[in-house]
T-cell receptor, first 115, second 110 residues
């Protein structure tokens, strides 16, 4: 079974703090994603990575950065947390079979509260 | 990606078939229809996808109309554990960028 783990289920931080959310997968998947989920807005893609050190912006990258130094690990960084970044953050991974669809596997999520 | 429209919520009796509709009238010829679901407090889970032929797997069946403007996800014998938000998404064949809408909250009642 694919395992996607996220560093914390719940996290509370203060405004202005630098926040690191980590995602680790054990399936050697090329693609990794960070989403946030808010009531009434569904899931929105923040960033994704299709290879080590490669990244692309999603729909809402402002206020976030990412790091992928190793294939199995994808980090989401909030440089200076703000209250509007209070949300559920979901990591996902996906294998790349070159043209055909592979499902995305999601982690359990991290509920971040910024005070 | 084409926009999809789903009902906000639906109910189903346990043991009966759950039929979840999705409209995607602007879908293009090379776009697939994907279904995911999200059980409360968990990440989304892939269910099934299709292009124009009907598809079936161990979880569900997907029926796509001939004009491809709508589809129906069928859970043949719904259980209480199928209570979840179901997302219908239209996207390319190797679509890595899924646009999740608000989905349909399916409640399976005993």
């Amino acid at each position: 079974d694919v395992k996607v783990t996220q560093s914390s289920r719940y996290l509370v931080k203060r405004t202005g703090e630098k926040v690191f959310l980590e995602c680790v997968q054990d399936m050697d998947h090329e693609n990794m994603f960070w989403y946030r989920q808010d009531p009434g807005l569904g899931l929105r893609l923040i960033y994704f990575s299709y290879d080590v050190k490669m990244k692309e912006k999603g729909d809402i990258p402002e206020g976030y950065s990412v790091s992928r130094e190793k294939k199995e690990r994808f980090s989401l960084i909030l440089e200076s947390a703000s209250t509007n970044q209070t949300s559920m953050y979901l990591c996902a991974t996906q294998g790349d079979s070159g043209g055909s669809y592979n499902e995305q596997f999601f982690g359990p999520g991290t509920r971040l509260t910024v005070l | 990606d084409a926009k999809t429209t789903q009902p906000t919520s639906m109910d189903c009796a346990e043991g009966r078939a759950a039929n979840l509709p999705c409209n995607h009238s602007t879908i293009s010829g090379n776009e697939y229809v994907y279904w995911y679901r999200q059980i409360h407090s968990q990440g989304p889970q892939y269910i099934i996808h299709g292009l124009k032929n009907n598809e079936t797997n161990e979880m569900a069946s997907l029926i796509i109309t001939e004009d491809r403007k709508s589809s129906t996800l069928i859970l043949p014998h719904a259980t209480l554990r199928d209570t979840a938000v179901y997302y219908c998404i239209a996207g390319g064949a190797s679509n890595y960028k899924l646009t999740f809408g608000k989905g349909t909250l399916l409640t399976v009642n005993p």
